[in-house]
């Protein structure tokens, strides 16, 4: 795999490092475990999340995060991810402290934690603090969603969805907002998004009569679970070609590292998720890895550099993967 990966072009030869700089942070993301109810089969996330997992953000962590959005005006939205978010100790804790200051926050969610023991309550809080929903069905196929989940997931999160659009999510005028995410299942390109969006929006309704706001087709990213299934099947030099020929120079402006700070379990503060999966972490000028602790503003960052790699091309493919972050 590190042959292939050598002979990758660099990122920073596709861009224009006077132009690719921060803007004003606008969005704290934050990876609070690894901890998933999904044992997520085959290579469905560049997140090493499973049952298996412990990690997960401590209460100080937490506590540290939500003090720092008051001194970082700029943020207007929490986006929660994991793992699976909503099984973490803080994901309540920090939803309710978020909304207490008039965040738009934002729920990577599997959908099938919905009907976890124990969460029974989880929609009904979901929508009493206008959580947006961001869930991940790779496709509106049952078979397509088992073979890359795990048999039943497609079931459950059918049902899952059903619940939402019972609480008025996806329904127009609620401001109750679900936004489906797909991912290949291959070593191909996401198609374009109106497109599968009107697919999505036809076989969900007629199926099985849900509704929802959007659809964000991305693009699978070279790391972790992929790049290592890619790799076993002898595809992933020719997926990283796909990917730099398809390099769309007008997705580079709005890639998620441009407007967003990762913020990992542990505190430790990232350019993007990817980068957090591959412990790429922003660094101080003591060449420490910088976190929560480290600073008084996420503005105060505004001036580090971004950090690059190969697996940037991922985000920059086709229509690109802009602003659209992970889900478990």
């Known amino acids: 795999m590190e042959e292939v990966m050598r002979s990758v072009p660099d990122f920073n030869t596709f861009i224009d490092r006077k132009t690719f700089t921060r803007k004003l942070p606008e969005i704290m993301q934050l990876n609070i475990g690894l901890y998933c109810n999904q044992p997520l089969l085959l290579w469905s996330s560049h997140v090493n999340s499973?049952?298996?997992?412990?990690?997960?953000?401590?209460?100080?962590t937490a506590e540290r995060v939500l003090a720092l959005i008051p001194s970082s005006p700029s943020i207007k939205t929490l986006d929660l991810t994991g793992g699976a978010p909503e099984l973490c100790d803080s994901?309540?804790?920090?939803?309710?402290?978020?909304?207490?200051?008039?965040?738009?926050?934002?729920?990577?969610?599997?959908?099938?934690?919905?009907?976890?023991?124990?969460?029974?309550?989880?929609?009904?809080f979901l929508a009493e603090h206008k959580v947006q929903i961001v869930a991940s069905l790779p496709c509106y196929s049952a078979d397509n969603v088992d073979v890359v989940r795990g048999k039943g997931v497609f079931e459950r999160s059918i049902d899952g969805l059903k619940k939402l659009n019972s609480l008025g999510y996806g329904v127009e005028g609620t401001g109750l907002e679900l936004h489906l995410v797909y991912n290949p299942n291959g070593a191909f390109l996401a198609p374009e998004q109106g497109k599968l969006e009107v697919a999505y929006k036809s076989e969900l309704s007629q199926c099985y009569g849900?509704?929802?706001?959007s659809l964000l087709a991305l693009n699978n990213m070279p790391v972790?679970?992929?790049?290592?299934?890619?790799?076993?099947?002898?595809?992933?030099?020719?997926?990283?070609n796909l990917l730099v020929d398809n390099f769309n120079e007008q997705a580079v402006d709005g890639l998620m590292c441009r407007n967003l700070?990762?913020?990992?379990?542990?505190?430790?503060?990232?350019?993007?998720?990817?980068?957090?999966?591959?412990?790429?972490?922003?660094?101080?000028?003591?060449k420490s890895q910088l976190t929560v602790f480290d600073i008084d503003s996420l503005e105060s960052l505004a001036k580090t550099p971004i950090s690059v790699g190969q697996h940037c091309f991922g985000c920059t493919a086709g229509c690109g993967s802009s602003c659209s972050g992970s889900t478990s």
Do not use: H
């Open 50 to 60: 499973s049952p298996a997992r412990t990690e997960m953000m401590d209460r100080e």
């Open 91 to 124: 994901f309540r804790f920090l939803v309710e402290g978020a909304s207490a200051m008039g965040l738009t926050i934002l729920d990577r969610c599997n959908l099938t934690v919905l009907s976890e023991p124990g969460q029974e309550d989880l929609a009904d």
């Open 210 to 213: 849900i509704t929802f706001n």
């Open 224 to 240: 972790n679970r992929y790049s290592e299934y890619l790799n076993r099947t002898n595809e992933l030099e020719k997926y990283m």
């Open 261 to 286: 700070f990762s913020v990992g379990w542990d505190g430790r503060i990232f350019d993007c998720d990817f980068n957090q999966q591959l412990d790429m972490p922003i660094k101080g000028q003591k």
